[in-house]
Structure formats: structure tokens, C-alpha cells
Nanobody, 120 residues
Framework: VQLQASGGGLVQAGGSLRLSCAAS????????MGWHRQAPGVQRELVAI???????DYADSVKGRFTISRDNAKNTVYLQMNNLKPEDTAVYYC???????????????WGQGTQVTVSS
């Protein structure tokens, strides 16, 4: 299983970006999907998470600005980021909890990380 993230970049404060993360390979079922971020010198933190049936939760710092969504047919999770702030600057990592067969337990898989830089 591989996760491919895309959509990062440089944006001015107040701008928007949309991140995508597609899973490929041997996939039977995907449970929760999420986005984390890590800024230099800071511990990685959970930004947003979405369950298989669409329940979501967000870090307090991004509530009202970020929206997580998923397309189960495409094994893809999205993160729409609006009204970006300089403090949102970080490497963003996607995460999916994937079951590779009917008879296996699920495991967490991670994307390669995509840089988001917000200038003031």
C-alpha cells in the first residue's frame, strides 16, 4: 500500500490550498483517514480526522477554516484549507487506517508529506 499526497505550496496569508492523498495497492477497506502536520522543532500534531461514515473532528486551531472530506471510491482524503495563517506553515502528512484483506487487521499508513508555507 502506498499513499501519495499532493497540493502543498506557498500561499499568502488569507489564501487557500487543497491537499489530496490517494491510497493505492492492495486495499480491502479503509477506516479512518486523517491529516497531521509538523512544523520545525514542534511535535507532529493531528489536524483533522474523518471516519469511514463521515464523522469529523478538528484541532481547535483549524476549526472553521479547514474541512476534511473523503471519496471512498477513490481511496482519497482531502483537506480544504481556507483563511490560511503563517502559523499553519508545516509539513502536512496524510494517514489512512487500511485493512488489506478480509482476514487481516488494519494498519496505519502514511504519505510522504507535503510542504505548506504561508507568508505574512
Amino acid at each position: 500500500v502506498q499513499l501519495q499526497a499532493s497540493g502543498g505550496g506557498l500561499v499568502q496569508a488569507g489564501g487557500s490550498l487543497r491537499l489530496s492523498c490517494a491510497a493505492s495497492g492492495r486495499i480491502f477497506n479503509i477506516n479512518a483517514m486523517g491529516w497531521h502536520r509538523q512544523a520545525p522543532g514542534v511535535q507532529r500534531e493531528l489536524v483533522a480526522i474523518i471516519t469511514y461514515d463521515g464523522n469529523t473532528d478538528y484541532a481547535d486551531s483549524v476549526k472553521g477554516r479547514f474541512t476534511i472530506s473523503r471519496d471512498n471510491a477513490k481511496n482519497t482524503v482531502y483537506l480544504q484549507m481556507n483563511n490560511l495563517k503563517p502559523e499553519d506553515t508545516a509539513v502536512y502528512y496524510c494517514n489512512q487506517n487500511i485493512q488489506t484483506s478480509r482476514w487481516s487487521y488494519s494498519s496505519d499508513y502514511w504519505g510522504q508529506g507535503t510542504q505548506v508555507t504561508v507568508s505574512s
